[in-house]
Nanobody, 124 residues
């Protein structure tokens, strides 16, 4: 499975961005997918995740109510809609997919394949 994340950019605080994660392969639609982010000098952290069907989602407390994860399996794409962005949301955002997950995981080591990351910069 290969993943490509795109859609990052520079946005003012309070603005919105939508990230996309395009997956290759017929199996992509059967995998859970998550977004993680890594700010300079910090550990990579969980942001949001969605199960294979789109019926179950999980969010980090820091983004709950502001970010929405969704997917279109016919397009092999997962989205992260980010609203009310804050400067502390500035980071490189990575998408990842997990094989064989029973539940929607939030830990990095539970994800098998990673995209290259897309930079989101939120200015004051």
């Amino acid at each position: 499975v290969q993943l490509q994340a795109f859609g990052g950019g520079l946005v003012q605080a309070g603005g919105s961005l939508r990230l996309s994660c395009a997956g290759s392969g017929r199996s992509f639609s059967r995998y859970n997918v998550a977004w993680f982010r890594q700010a300079p000098g910090k550990e990579r952290e969980f942001v949001a995740a969605i199960n294979w069907s789109g019926a179950m989602t999980r969010y980090a407390d820091s983004v709950l109510g502001r970010f929405t994860i969704s997917r279109e399996n016919v397009k092999n794409t997962v989205y992260l809609q980010m609203n009310s962005l804050k400067p502390e949301d500035t980071a490189v955002y990575y998408c990842a997919c997990g094989v064989g997950q029973v539940v929607v995981a939030i830990l990095k080591h539970q994800y098998n394949y990673w995209g290259q990351g897309t930079l989101v910069t939120v200015s004051t």
